[in-house]
């Protein structure tokens, strides 16, 4: 069964950085577009980045110039670090994989989800 778990979450400084990961497991994963979204208190959750099997990647406005999104394959992981970091960024970031034919820039784009975890920007 695919399996997606995060980790790298915590609480930074506004300006400071921070680099999540998500390990995968049960997929081919390196075929695999794989995405991050979050979630802030009383919002929907919301696309961030996502990167494909042939190392494509796409932000959200309101992330580009201070987020990255990279994967390894050999350790079937992918990750975003995010610099910069402003009190907005505050929410639950979760890893997704990509299933079907919906946009990458949403929700339902994506099978499988991992947990989450928090990320928390103090000013």
Known sequence: QVQLVESGGGLVQAGGSLRLSCAASGLTFSIKTMGWFRQAPGKE???VAAITGIYRTYFADSVKGRFTISR??????????????????TAVYYCAARGGSESLYSRRGYDYWGQGTQVTVSS
Not at 72 to 89: C, F, H, W
């Open 45 to 47: 959750r919301e696309f």
């Open 72 to 89: 390894d394959n050999a350790k079937n992981t992918v990750y975003l670090n995010m610099n910069s970091l402003k009190p907005e960024d």
